[in-house]
């Protein structure tokens, strides 16, 4: 079968390896739909812990069309997404339902070869069925979602409360979503205006746009928390990673209230300590999701247009160089890019 590899920084080869076949608790997928985020870039620039050799791909839909004995969790037909986490089961962290931080925790893709196959043997218990009328390219959405779900509810967001949500890429979009669905007020922000401007598709009632040279705009905020929340937001989710926004996290979520920390980045952050305690707030990080590919699957289901406008870009198994350009293309307005096993180079 066909797999595309990355041999070293923006290096593909594509090679035939042998198909695979269900191990004990297993079933292959034919793998049809991926999509691409940051960490896929980073990979296939060969700036992230990952060892190159490796065959990436970590957000997977397709169909199975194999099941070892015994296997009951899926069937040969179903259409499933692919939890990728791999984790051991035996820890401290697993042992509390918490896999997601295991410390020797595997993500298909990441450090091992992943999805960028025609066909992919998984464990069972890490393949979900997609819901009767999604389409099996938005399956593809759940590990991301799944994400922004763990987010969501490492904030403890309760209907009612008014969250705010900085950086309005994949991630914060699909936690602006699951907000406004779970009845939240929410009010998201960013540097960029087209993804200022798609905040209000995914549920934002109130957005705001950054200006880095300006400074966060503290007054806007004020006058979108209203009468709603004049003490600040309960609950801020950060979602880019920048040091200085999650400093504009911690000024302005409310007395105690909640930040989580879900943007990811090596650099330092600094804020006054004091801050904390005077207004004892909870600062909370959120990695990956606590099995959350079904809840994420409702969630797709639901708003199905919503999440669909979010794939900006679709391209074959054999333009992933072309569809990683495209992620690095600071002029064209990037969604989440969509890899279809159909379209052909």
């Avoid at 209907?159 to 994949?170: I, K, N, Q, R, S």
Wanted: with cysteine.
């Amino acid at each position: 079968m066909l797999a595309v590899r990355t041999v070293s920084a923006q290096t593909l080869e594509y090679v035939d390896v042998p198909r695979p076949v269900a191990g004990t608790g297993e079933a292959v997928v034919r793998i049809e739909f991926a999509t691409l985020c940051g960490t896929d870039l980073h990979i296939y620039e060969d700036d992230y812990t990952s060892e190159l050799p490796l065959i990436q791909g970590h957000e997977l839909a397709g169909t199975v069309v194999e099941v070892a004995p015994g296997v009951e969790q899926v069937a040969v037909g179903d259409r499933v997404a692919i939890d990728p986490l791999i984790n051991c089961g035996t820890c401290a962290a697993c042992r509390q339902g918490r896999g997601n931080v295991c410390p020797h925790l595997v993500v298909l893709g990441c450090y091992c070869d992943g999805g960028f196959v025609e066909y992919l043997s998984v464990a069972a218990p890490k393949l979900h069925r997609l819901p009767a009328g999604l389409p099996s390219a938005l399956g593809a959405v759940a590990e991301p979602a799944a994400i922004s779900l763990e987010a969501v509810k490492r904030g403890r967001a309760v209907a009612g409360e008014t969250a705010l949500v900085l950086g309005a890429g994949p991630i914060g979009l699909l936690a602006t979503l699951a907000l406004h669905d779970l009845g939240l007020k929410v009010i998201t922000a960013d540097t960029v205006a087209d993804r200022v401007h798609m905040a209000r598709d995914f549920g934002a009632g109130h957005t705001l746009l950054i200006d880095p040279a300006a400074g966060f705009p503290a007054a806007e905020l004020a006058a979108a928390l209203g009468a709603d929340a004049p003490d600040g937001p309960q609950l801020v989710i950060e979602a880019t990673g920048v040091p200085s926004s999650q400093l504009n996290a911690i000024n302005a979520v409310a007395p105690a209230g909640r930040v989580v920390q879900v943007g990811i980045s090596k650099q330092p952050s600094a804020f006054p300590m004091n801050l904390l305690p005077f207004k004892e707030i909870d600062l909370l990080g959120s990695r990956n999701s606590q099995g959350l590919i079904p809840e994420a699957l409702a969630l797709i289901d639901r708003h199905q247009d919503t999440v669909g406008g979010l794939l900006t870009h679709r391209f074959g198994l054999r333009e992933l160089d072309q569809a990683f350009a495209t992620m690095r293309d600071r002029t064209q307005r990037v969604g989440k890019i969509l890899i279809d096993w159909e379209v052909e180079a």
